[in-house]
């Protein structure tokens, strides 16, 4: 049963309308949630016109809207509250869910694994539970997938390589266990390039491994659904999920959302556990890598994170960092500051050089000032990443291979090269800090920063991405937090900005991502 609000009648909405709508639906719903008042405005939907398989653009449209798909189109947030309002059962939801990604994922390759029979008896469960008067969790019947690098118990975990076709772990991840103990139901694992690093011919931006093949972008399926997310991102984006849990290392998380036109956050490194991502990196690379949800809204990001976040006892780096509301945060009062490229270096495409021009101008009316400034020595930084990551000519890589039995790592071959010398690696940590601690007092002249997740939209898939993946690596680096969220198109793809806060402050970051989003109306369907 679709509920009545969310029934709409055919025909594309402008986008003044979408915008107008968004916001209100973001604002409303996270009242709903912290304070438990207001009323939610149902969004109107923009149905997409059917088209014919289009050889110029790789998608193969779909015949008609399903009558479910509305449902499906929604936020975790909104899914949250029609099952706890008993508007929808949890089995109803889960099999809307189930039948969209059966309809999309044969087009996409997104979701690798699935676990559909058990999702189903978490959902008569969560029905029963809510018949009886007790709620779950905030999540309560909302279905997720989960990035195919991180464990879930019962569920095949692979890590994208061989060695592991078949491996099934038996405790879920810190970041799964409190998703599922909110309430969420697994419906699959989805795609991540060979160790989530990237394998084989396809560049570092395509999620493609040995394993499952290739994952495409719903937008254009010539094109990537970028890396190591990208089953994620797609899924997400196509909506055949609530929301996905992904990680990044190099822009894994935000990379995907860019491309696929989605939200996503990468925390202030020590946020969230890492406890159970079973590539366990360790040593000079343990504070690059953070997971974090994948949602279509912005305001999905801020009823997720909070319940991910926070000390385990099993991942030593966390901080007990209260979380601030983002409700809280006063537009008025921020300093902002906007970059689109930086001394030639990573060269932006002209639309995603207006689409952060845009962003720039909605935010002077709103924030307190707004400013063109690029990070004091940028260039510098981004080109530490490279050098830290491979500087042990990828033995790293080849000794996570060891431990699972892959003896064919495409990945550790694609990036062999000299390995440095004790001397030459402590130069370059020494260097790293150097410039982690000139970046942060830049920033202290800003509270935010807007600037592009990569220098153009979606690749054609064969094409490198990683010359526009400087934008996302540095904050890998300095570890901090840093949202996506799609401000901009190039034709039909997407164009995601991230918007970047001092440590520990995502709620300035996602302030400002739900005000980006209320203007350019955020996540689209894609045609497919």
């Known amino acids: 049963m679709i509920p009545s609000e969310l029934q709409t009648s055919e025909g594309p909405t402008d986008s003044a309308s979408r915008s107008a709508t968004t916001g209100s639906v973001a604002r409303s719903s996270r009242r709903r949630f912290l304070a ?141 266990a409190r998703s599922r103990a909110a309430g969420a139901i697994l419906l699959g694992k989805t795609n991540t390039p ?65 491309n696929n036109g989605i939200a996503g956050i990468k925390a202030t490194a020590g946020r969230v556990s890492r406890t159970g991502h079973s590539v366990d990196y360790g040593g ?21 994170t909070p319940l991910m976040a926070g000390p385990d006892s099993l991942d030593a780096a966390l901080v007990p960092a209260p979380f601030r509301d983002a409700a809280a945060v006063d537009l008025k009062g921020l300093k902002v500051a906007f970059f689109s490229d930086v001394e030639g270096h990573h060269k932006s495409t002209p639309e995603t050089v207006a689409t952060v021009t845009r962003a720039a101008r909605a935010l002077q009316s709103a ?76 920033f202290q002249k800003y509270d935010v920063l807007i600037c592009p997740t990569n220098a153009s939209p979606a690749r054609v898939i064969g094409e490198d991405a990683a010359p526009g993946a400087g934008y996302t690596t540095i904050y890998n680096l300095t570890g901090w937090p840093s949202v996506v969220v799609r401000c901009g198109s190039a034709g039909e793809l997407p164009i995601g900005l991230q918007v970047v806060a001092r440590p520990f402050r995502e709620d300035v970051a996602f302030a400002v991502a739900e005000h980006l989003e209320s203007v350019f109306g955020g996540w689209r369907p894609p045609a497919i």
Not at 100 to 114: D, F, G, Q, S, Y
Not at 115 to 135: F, I, N, V
Not at 211 to 235: E, H, M, Q
Not at 285 to 304: H, K, N, T, W
């Open 194 to 258: 060979e160790f989530t690093i990237g394998s084989g011919s396809y560049s570092v931006g395509t999620s493609m491994n040995l394993v499952f093949g290739l994952t495409r972008n719903p937008y254009d399926t010539r094109r990537s659904a970028a890396g190591s997310s990208g089953g994620a991102g797609a899924i997400v984006a196509a909506h055949g999920t609530g929301f996905d849990i992904g990680s990044d290392f190099g822009g894994s998380i935000r990379s995907p959302c860019h």
């Open 367 to 442: 924030c307190r000032s707004v400013e063109e400034s690029a990070p004091d020595e940028y260039v510098a930084i981004w080109a530490l990443y490279p050098k830290l990551r491979f500087a042990d000519s990828s033995q790293w890589i080849k000794r996570i291979a060891d431990r699972v039995g892959t003896n064919f790592p495409a990945a550790g071959r694609r990036f062999d090269g000299p390995m440095l010398t004790v001397p030459e690696l402590s130069a370059l940590i020494e260097e790293r800090d150097r410039l982690k601690r000139k970046y942060l007092q830049w």
């Open 284 to 304: 000079i690379y343990d504070s690059q890598q953070q997971l974090g949800p994948m949602a279509r809204r912005v305001e999905d990001l801020i009823l997720l």
């Open 36 to 176: 438990t008042a207001g009323r939610w405005v149902a969004p109107t939907v923009a149905v997409m016109t059917a088209r014919a398989a289009s050889a110029s653009t790789g998608v193969r449209y779909l015949a008609s809207k399903h009558k479910t798909d509305v449902l499906t189109e929604s936020s975790a947030t909104r899914l949250a509250e029609l099952i706890r309002e008993k508007k929808v059962s949890a089995v109803e939801l889960v099999n809307a869910y189930i039948e969209r990604i059966e309809r999309v994922n044969p087009h996409l390759n997104a979701v690798v694994t699935k676990s559909y029979e058990r999702a189903l008896q978490e959902a008569h469960a969560a029905d029963t539970a809510l018949a009886q008067g007790r709620l779950l969790g905030p999540l309560h019947g909302v279905p997720m997938t989960v990035k195919d690098s991180i464990d879930t118990a019962g569920v095949r975990t692979t890590w994208g390589t061989l060695g592991r076709f078949d491996h099934v772990p038996d405790k879920d991840a810190t970041v799964v």
